[in-house]
């Protein structure tokens, strides 16, 4: 797309959203003058990181920026996502299990529950291959359990509420969005069926992800907070359980803010978060919510690069030690390396993104292979390549799958 015509879009979509220059400007973290001569068809955006966050600002498809169909294209498609649409696709009662298998299912919920468990735990540590072979027979029986009479329905929904929350975090992860709104979805009801309130906002919270992945900021901040009200109202003062789950839905909502771009909000939910990491006393894995401390931080970097503060991120994760973590969460340590890769490639500081990103690769070569937000970097560095300073770039793309 032409310069002149890119900045008529801006300039259009700008205008009926109500902005000025300089509040648009500012959200994306640049300057009026050079919003100004973007518009005017003056300068060219060759920034995918910058064309990706007026798309988002502006509420605009990426492709009515760009010209083009496709936008950091991978080839690393998970393919066991497929697999797991099929099971949860079967609806089957009682009856038709018994008519396929001949024999009556026997599922023992605190079993499925620990085989659930023990999923969530290899997808915290970025095992995906392994979680999307094991998913599928899981969400068969609990759904057979879920059609056993006289089953203890609370355990059951339990276990059910368990399975469908590890699937949801695991598509997310992946890209697969809708089939993680499902997940999310069925989640939250076998949670409300099991009716114990800390179940239900687990629930909300991994369902608040999934909307922000789907691009609706607004409705993900709202079901947090909703979530994290009526946790409050029983917390006198807060099981380490209760603390975990109120945080995790905090960081939630300044997750959604961030994505709304709402510089005001971020800080404001940081900050209730890190009243309950305080209350909390440590780094702890509670419900899967890795919550503590020091997931606080690596809020407060993931939050800052969304917004386009790249220099409060870097800031950050140069600082940060995710040792106090608890074992086990290789993705979460991962992830930092991926968002202080994203905020070094705003500063055009390609290097070390490059480094960063072979970091990140090192703890957990799956998350690099399958998360869509590495495809969007490397796209970005590739646009832009140096080869002399970034041998590594292109090895580390084909590895990626990014074309």
Request: proline share 4%; with cysteine.
């Amino acid at each position: 797309m032409d310069p002149a015509t890119r900045g008529q879009t801006i300039k259009r979509a700008r205008r009926r959203h109500g902005y000025s220059q300089s509040v648009l400007a500012g959200l994306v973290g640049r300057s009026e003058s050079w919003l100004s001569q973007v518009e005017r068809g003056i300068l060219s955006v060759d920034s995918h990181e910058i064309l990706t966050r007026l798309a988002r600002v502006l509420r605009l498809d990426l492709t009515e920026l760009t010209g083009t169909e496709t936008e950091a294209v991978t080839d690393m498609r998970y393919d066991a996502a497929r697999a797991i649409e099929r099971a949860m696709m079967r609806y089957s009662t009682l009856e038709t299990i018994v008519a396929e298998t001949g024999i009556e299912p026997r599922v023992d919920p605190a079993s499925l529950f620990t085989q659930a468990h023990q999923t969530y735990a290899a997808y915290q540590a970025a095992r995906y291959d392994e979680v999307g072979r094991r998913l599928p027979q899981l969400i068969r029986e609990a759904e057979a359990a879920a059609h056993t009479p006289g089953s203890d329905r609370p355990a059951v929904c339990s276990a059910r509420a368990m399975v469908y929350n590890t699937a949801a975090a695991l598509l997310r992860r992946v890209g697969e969005k809708d089939l993680a709104w499902q997940a999310a979805d069925r989640a939250m009801s076998a949670a409300e069926w099991a009716d114990q309130t800390l179940l239900t906002a687990v629930g909300a919270y991994r369902l608040a992800y999934v909307f922000i992945s789907r691009r609706r900021p607004a409705e993900a901040a709202e079901l947090a907070m909703g979530a994290a009200s009526a946790l409050e109202r029983r917390m006198r003062p807060g099981t380490p359980e209760e603390l975990s789950v109120y945080g995790g839905l905090h960081l939630a909502a300044a997750t959604a803010a961030a994505a709304e771009f709402d510089r005001a909000a971020v800080p404001r939910f940081l900050r209730q978060a890190r009243r309950a990491a305080t209350r909390l006393g440590g780094d702890h894995n509670l419900h899967g919510t890795a919550f503590g401390p020091t997931n606080v931080a690596i809020h407060t970097i993931s939050t800052a690069v969304a917004i386009g503060d790249a220099r409060t991120a870097v800031e950050a994760g140069e600082d940060l030690q995710v040792g106090a973590l608890p074992a086990g969460l290789v993705g979460r340590r991962a992830q930092v390396c991926l968002d202080l890769a994203r905020a070094y490639t705003q500063r055009r500081q390609d290097a070390a993104a490059v480094h960063t990103l072979l970091d990140a690769e090192r703890l957990a070569p799956e998350l690099i292979r399958y998360h869509p937000g590495t495809a969007g970097v490397l796209t970005e560095l590739l646009r832009r390549e140096h080869r002399r300073s970034t041998p590594e770039l292109r090895p580390l793309a084909s590895r990626a799958g990014v074309a």
